[in-house]
């Protein structure tokens, strides 16, 4: 090495001391910051890139590694994920549910509690209440939260019920008088994929909030409401009358998939969360209206998606440059009009967002909230889980019993239940 290098060198690495003793801007070890999440189809892919161009605006020298593995709900994500985390190369940050979904990773073995980020930022004043309590684990944070999704919404193509003089149902039965007219008409009256084998989970359970209100849904995750109560059966009962009104290909078929029925106009309504409104703006598509699921008005159905960050997190400054623009406002004003989900922080400018998310965020202060289970929120993983492989096998065989003493012993199981 010649001298003038030898001593540029010595500069720039004592520079780099510098700056690592004071603290704030550290320099990376390396260029990169790895994000790991499912976000590939419409809406949500554009949502994540949206927050990516902010990063790279900011951090121009930091190449961002886009880690996704495809599959709505994270189904196999977390399956890739978990092993890359338990086998000592875990992504810097990860995408995470809000709520008991965290107890996967070992938190106090594998996540980095961002409490002090939280203080920093000032988080814990511009997140919600319900949304603070969802994100604290064992008295920690282990996620900075970038949205809030409902779950509950029946999508459906406006021009259809309008040349058929519809409306959207607000009850079951109006929905099954809806649907025999469609179906007379030979269009598909609900649209479903369950390819994935979260979505029939995901559908039930929005028929399980109705069945049992919003106090007698989160009992069940609690132990206050038994598996074996009577609204259950009910509950069962509907979602098995609402596949006979299902497209018959829905084994083969994901969400997204299921949601081109409707901009096709073959089919009618599709229950499926509110990523559903960012992939319908991806697709240009705009004939789609929206209401509660049946049964479901005043309450939402919630999940909120966090991005965590791994211990031993191979570039920290990075990451941590990261969870700041997710949790900042700027970060969530790029991310969630397109993503199709409301900001996590309160202080968003509604007026970057279209119709259906202006009024989801109307409902969200207003509505009774309760956590979904396939989505993170109301449960551990092992047993939403369980829950999700229930309910998927039931959408199929549709025996009401047997899936009722399946989803009670599921709660035994977990110490929930008695
Ligand atoms: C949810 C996730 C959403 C959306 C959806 C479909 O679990 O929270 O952000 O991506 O899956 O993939």
Redesign the pocket.
Known sequence: MTRKLFSLVSIVAVAALLLTACGGAAPAKTNKVEMF???T?GG?ADGLNAMYDQYKKLYPNVEIVNATVA????TNAKAVLSTRITGGDPPDSF?L?AGLEVEKYDPSKYLQPLDSIYTSEGWDKVFPKDLIALLKYKDHFWGVPV?I?RANVLWYNKKVFADNNLQAPKTWDEFFKTADALKAKGIVPLVIGTKEG?EAGHTFETILIGALGAEGYKGLWTGKTQWTDPKVTDALNTFKKVMTYANTDYSALT?DGAAQYLVDGKGAMHIM?D?TDGWFISKKYTGYGYAPVPGTAGIFDA???SFAAAKGAKNQANLEAWLKLAGSKAGQEAFNPK?G?ICARTDCDPKLFDEYLQSAMKDWSSNAIVPSV???AAAVEKWATVYKDILGTFATKGDVAAAQKSLQQACVDNGVCK
């Open positions: 999440s499912w976000w189809a949500e599959g709505g709900a994270g995408q549910h949205n999704h979260w969400w969360g990523w999940l909120s998606d993503k989900s396939v989505h993170g």
